[in-house]
């Protein structure tokens, strides 16, 4: 199999709040962003720190939070996808089969990474970075943008079961102080055909170069099959994207990975033949 991208057209701007789920955690948080960190001002204000039962790890993951709130609500529209952010040593973080190994944050700090545990092994996830993990069954994403004396801010997720094109309703791209996590989407064609062309509507806040993969089925995730990169323009547009195989192009897993620091929605998707 192999992808190139065949052709881009500006569209009308569709901004970053038409029909993106709100966030809803709390009545007074600012109600379309798209970074974790965008939340945390407002959170400081209405629930400062005071050294005993609210800390400073606490107000960002309650951001962290807010946002995977939003992103399961857009993703469940078509399948489910599980998140949640925390503090990896203390209570630890877990959902869905994942789970972060509970080491101090100096630990983490002086060695470089965390570990995270799935059901099918376990990935290393770079103190201050992140990592996306794909082993048979298990898609999977990890962040860990701040690591302090004994917490982590840790976020986890993992897709359940994919989206299956067409997507015809706005999906966020994720973003967690700027570590920005990919959507995965199953893909194929309504018959067989050598030739499979995706019409991928995106609306980003800059220019940017967005990863591509075209990764195995659910049981073999590992599976890739092609990578590549599209130059993202800022703003909207539509990008048509052919991927071909002989004899056939099988069904697959679309993987978009937008760069860190920006603001990616995906606008729709759509498969033909």
Request: glycine share 8%.
């Amino acid at each position: 199999m192999r992808g190139y991208l065949k052709e881009f057209k500006v569209m009308e701007f569709l901004g970053f709040e038409k029909g993106l789920a709100e966030i809803k955690m709390f009545d007074w948080m600012p109600r379309y962003v798209m970074d974790a960190d965008e939340l945390v001002s407002s959170i400081q204000a209405n629930i400062p720190t005071d050294g005993v039962e609210i800390v400073s790890w606490m107000q960002h993951c309650t951001a962290d939070n807010a946002i995977l709130e939003a992103y399961e609500e857009e993703y469940g529209r078509y399948s489910e996808v599980r998140g949640a952010s925390g503090d990896g040593y203390i209570p630890g973080v877990r959902v869905a089969g994942l789970r972060c190994i509970r080491n101090y944050g100096r630990t983490v700090r002086s060695r470089g990474y965390a570990v995270v545990y799935t059901p099918r092994g376990s990935f290393r996830v770079p103190a201050g970075g992140k990592a996306t993990y794909a082993n048979k069954d298990i898609l999977a994403f990890a962040a860990i943008p701040r690591v302090w004396s004994k917490q982590i801010q840790a976020i986890l997720m993992r897709w359940l079961s994919l989206a299956k094109a067409p997507i015809t309703k706005r999906v966020r791209f994720c973003s967690f102080s700027g570590l920005t996590a990919p959507n995965f989407f199953s893909v194929s064609t309504r018959v067989p055909s050598p030739v499979c062309t995706l019409r991928i509507g995106l609306t980003s806040d800059r220019d940017q170069k967005m990863a591509v993969k075209g990764r195995g089925t659910k049981g073999s995730y590992e599976k890739v099959y092609f990578e590549d990169t599209i130059d993202v323009s800022e703003g909207s547009g539509e990008y048509i994207y052919v991927v071909t195989a002989l004899p056939i192009v099988p069904s697959f897993t679309l993987e978009l990975a937008p760069q860190d620091n920006t603001k990616t929605i995906l606008d729709y998707l759509y498969v033909y033949p």
